[in-house]
Antibody
Framework: VQLVESGGGLVQPGGSLRLSCTGS????????MSWVRQAPGKGLEWVAN????????QYMDSVKGRFMISRDNAKDSMFLQMDDLRVEDTGVYYC??????????????WGQGILVTVSS | SYELTQPPSVSVSPGQTARITCSGH??????VSWYQQRAGQSPLLVIFLDSKRPSEIPDRFSASNSGGTATLTISGTQPVDEADYYCQTWDSNIGVFGTGTKVTVL
């Protein structure tokens, strides 16, 4: 299983950025997928996830209305469109594969992460 | 919103047992997973569904979850186990991570 993120960089407050995650060595369209972020020197923070076919999504409160998660299973890819970015959105963004069992969820594989810096 | 609380740090001597707690309201009614994050690396799943270990994780890692507290135990701790550890659960279909615990092997 491999997950590779791309699209990070430096953006000014209020700006936009689109992250991509490409998966390989597994059936991408069979899994929920998540984005998790980590501010510099801080802990992990779950951001959003998306169901296999892409019609069901969930977000943490502070990004609702600003971020949109999507996927293109034909390209084994997931995306995070981030608009109206704030300084507090700065951090490393990880793509992760979700496993779902009854009411239990967890992330069993993670990408290497991509840095997003929001600063003027 | 749901919160998970962990001690900021745990120190352990090589070969001894480290225990990391994770506290949350009625946490025992939810499934908990644990992640190890070594410095400069991505998180690694070490425990899922309260107490199950991925095949590549050494059996010195074990865990339990009951009442309001989940516990990750590292038996015979090795220097390579020095890392940050995070618990995780899900509440109303939203992922929640614990505050994280830095394990130092002295």
């Amino acid at each position: 299983v491999q997950l590779v993120e791309s699209g990070g960089g430096l953006v000014q407050p209020g700006g936009s950025l689109r992250l991509s995650c490409t998966g390989s060595e597994f059936m991408f369209d069979s899994f929920w997928m998540s984005w998790v972020r980590q501010a510099p020197g801080k802990g992990l923070e779950w951001v959003a996830n998306i169901k296999q076919e892409g019609f069901e999504t969930q977000y943490m409160d502070s990004v609702k209305g600003r971020f949109m998660i999507s996927r293109d299973n034909a390209k084994d890819s997931m995306f995070l469109q981030m608009d109206d970015l704030r300084v507090e959105d700065t951090g490393v963004y990880y793509c992760a594969r979700d496993r779902v069992y009854s009411s239990g969820w967890y992330e069993d594989y993670w990408g290497q992460g991509i840095l997003v810096t929001v600063s003027s | 919103s749901y919160e998970l609380t962990q001690p900021p740090s745990v120190s352990v001597s090589p070969g001894q047992t480290a225990r990391i707690t994770c506290s949350g309201h009625k946490l025992g009614d939810k499934y908990v997973s644990w992640y190890q994050q070594r410095a400069g690396q991505s998180p690694l799943l070490v425990i899922f569904l309260d107490s199950k270990r991925p095949s590549e994780i050494p059996d010195r890692f074990s865990a339990s979850n009951s009442g309001g507290t989940a516990t990750l135990t590292i038996s015979g701790t090795q220097p390579v186990d020095e890392a940050d550890y995070y618990c995780q659960t899900w509440d109303s279909n939203i992922g929640v991570f614990g505050t994280g615990t830095k394990v130092t092997v002295l």
